[in-house]
């Protein structure tokens, strides 16, 4: 059994995708060829933002929005401390201070309360608080109608960090169109994941789409020889946008379908342990289906699955502000016990859209077996 298989999802799509990796191969367009713009216009279709920009990864996308807002030292950057590390990696490149924020128990996402404590730690230390990256983590948007209120009513901007939950939706509004930018990540075993490396960047502010786009290629001016300001190589593969155009069609039925088994999951496993909790008026895209068990038990569970060949994982394992190269950086309160919690009880299950029921049912049962083994 795999924890995220990507073979059938191959299988099922045939030989299009092969195909149309083919016909990069054979124009010689490798960089910036007509699939980048085509794979753009459906994005913003797909999502509802104005602007889509794809480029090379997620964390790319991060930085490059930051490098747009114009993110330098003496700025502080609210993050979550429960998340992947390019949410705080990237601030930390422009000289920046992120300060860790706590999450809510139930949804793993940012806690609006701790964000205001942490707007006071800023101050307090002399920072000028400039944003906010919510992270949609595990498939699920944040609380965005509180942090957007926080947030207007301190001048900050917000960054969404939707590498996990691209595709789900706020009270009718997707991700992409969430935030003054919003940045996802297409690494394969993202809900939306390409054959390699890549993400994008989403925005409806006109104003933003020359820098990007110059950011996006070292800065380049009109004359491309003339660089106007500093900027990367964050440019995505033409093949990673035809094998994205692919996957693009068949997205809304496997969100469809990593719904249908998270409901099976939480039927069969909400009488044994925490199962996730979708708010009113959110969806998810799965990207994780992670349950919590508590009482010292979680890494039991996991051995089990283990023995009975069914993988799992721990995300994660050590929020940011434990990470060896975050632990001098603040956090927003005296400590962040929510975040510190959940390191110890969250176990993610295998999720991805051509999981059968016999092989689900099978996870559920040694779950329920290895909690009632004590
Ligand atoms: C995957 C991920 C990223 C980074 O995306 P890459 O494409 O791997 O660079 C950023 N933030 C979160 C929350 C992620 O899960």
């Not at 010689?28 to 699939?35: A, K």
């Not at 913003?44 to 933002?49: D, I, L, Y």
């Not at 502080?76 to 809510?104: K, M, N, Q, R, Y």
């Not at 990007?212 to 009109?222: A, D, K, N, P, W």
């Amino acid at each position: 059994m795999q924890f995220i298989d990507l073979q059938s999802q191959r299988a099922r799509l045939g030989t299009a995708l092969e195909d149309a990796i083919l016909r990069v191969v054979r124009s010689g367009q490798y960089i910036l060829g007509p699939e980048v713009a085509t794979l753009e216009r459906q994005l913003e279709a797909f999502c509802g933002a104005r602007h889509a920009l794809t480029v090379a990864n997620g964390t790319d996308a991060l930085a490059l929005a930051l490098m747009a807002f114009g993110v330098k030292a003496g700025d502080a950057v609210l993050v979550p401390s429960f998340t992947f590390a390019a949410t705080g990696e990237v601030v930390v490149w422009f000289g920046a201070t992120p300060i860790f924020v706590d999450c809510l128990p139930d949804t793993f996402n940012i806690d609006p309360a701790s964000i205001e404590a942490g707007i006071a730690t800023a101050k307090r230390l002399g920072l000028r608080p400039i944003g906010v990256i919510p992270v949609d983590l595990f498939g699920l948007p944040a609380d965005y109608d509180a942090i957007e209120a926080i947030c207007a009513a301190n001048a900050m901007w917000i960054l969404a960090d939707t590498a996990q939950g691209f595709g789900a939706t706020y009270k009718g509004r997707r991700t992409g169109s969430i935030g003054r930018v919003a940045a996802t990540s297409f690494f394969p075993a993202k809900p939306l994941g390409c054959y390699g490396d890549g993400g994008a960047i989403f925005f409806e502010d006109d104003a933003l789409l020359e820098p990007l786009l110059s950011l996006r290629v070292h800065g380049q001016g009109v004359d491309r020889y003339d660089n106007v300001r500093i900027g990367m190589n964050g440019r995505m593969d033409t093949i990673q946008a035809a094998v994205l155009i692919e996957k693009l069609k068949i997205f809304p039925d496997e969100i469809a379908a990593r719904n249908r088994i998270a409901e099976r999951y939480s039927a069969a496993l909400e009488k044994h342990v925490i199962v996730p909790r979708i708010p009113t008026g959110l969806t998810s895209v799965w990207a994780q289906y992670t349950i919590r068990v508590p009482d010292g038990r979680r890494d039991a569970v996991a051995a089990k699955l283990k023995e009975a060949g069914i993988p799992s994982a721990i995300y994660y394992v050590k929020p940011m502000h434990r990470q060896t190269a975050y632990s001098e950086y603040p956090v927003a309160a005296n400590g962040l016990p929510v975040s510190d919690v959940l390191a110890g009880e969250v176990l993610s299950l295998p999720m991805h859209p051509y999981l059968s029921e016999a092989d689900q049912d099978r996870i559920a049962s040694t779950v329920r077996a290895a909690l009632e083994a004590r």
